[in-house]
């Protein structure tokens, strides 16, 4: 039997049946996310610009770690779409020649992920959230957004902690497409989160009037994972 492991410190873990997972329907196996462990980097001075950009517990890397195993998801651009539904008027939906018409902007954003690297002034294009959001008219009630993606992954985030330049669907990395391994075609970007806020393969945006916590979430990482404050798990 495989296990799943989310590790909370070096010396506790919290084990859970991946089969379990499965049969809830929640996650297939190419969900299952290993940590990383690489070399830790020397931050260096402490007063330094990049000592501060780097949050507690975080090593910086150069390299972007790939953390899903199994198989990839591989969504031919003719049959991917994008949407936004649940809390709106009336939903809306892209292609991909559509998406690709919507305005897009640069971002250059450190990235930090729970596994405990950090990456700074990574380089993406994509479209902000707040340009999707302006083609739906929010009920008053929406306060919540549950990323869904390919394979069946969700993750779950207050509507306030995606708004106002905070989120972005991005679809370059470093100038070039962004690959299937790092969430190609499209991903969602939360750089203020840590990373698994940032769901690979996104394909929609559910808009709800309550939190519901995605995977990881309901395994135990903390509802919100802001990593200044380092809320890896729940309780931290």
């Given amino acids: 039997m495989q296990e799943l492991r989310l590790y909370r410190s070096a010396t506790r873990s919290t084990t859970i049946s ?46 972007f770690p790939v953390l899903s195993a199994g198989p990839t998801p591989r969504t031919a651009l003719g049959q991917w779409s994008l949407s936004i539904e649940g809390l ?36 993406w294009r994509g479209v902000s959230v707040d340009t999707l959001l302006e083609h739906v008219d929010l009920r008053p009630e929406a306060a919540y957004v549950v990323a869904w993606s390919d394979g069946g992954y969700t993750t779950n ?47 929609g945006l559910r808009i709800l009037d309550h939190d519901e916590p995605g995977f990881w979430e309901s395994f135990g990482y903390h509802n919100r994972g802001d990593q200044w404050r380092e809320e890896r798990y729940s309780g931290d």
């Fill in 18 to 63: 991946l089969q379990a997972a499965l049969e809830r329907g929640s996650v297939t196996e190419r969900f299952v996310t290993r940590g990383f462990v690489g070399r830790r980097g020397t931050p260096g001075d402490p007063a330094s610009d990049t000592a501060r950009r780097v949050p507690p517990g975080q090593y910086l890397t150069s390299g």
């Fill in 88 to 123: 709106v008027r009336e939903p809306s939906r892209w292609s991909w020649a559509q998406f690709m018409e919507l305005p897009t902007r640069d971002w250059t954003v450190d990235i930090s992920c729970v596994t405990k690297w950090t990456h700074l002034d990574m380089r």
């Fill in 157 to 203: 985030l207050p509507l306030a902690d995606v708004v106002n330049g905070q989120a972005f669907v991005a679809f370059e990395y470093d100038g070039a497409p962004l690959t299937p391994e790092h969430g190609g075609p499209a991903r969602l970007v939360v750089p203020a989160r840590y990373f698994w806020k940032s769901a690979k393969w996104v394909r």
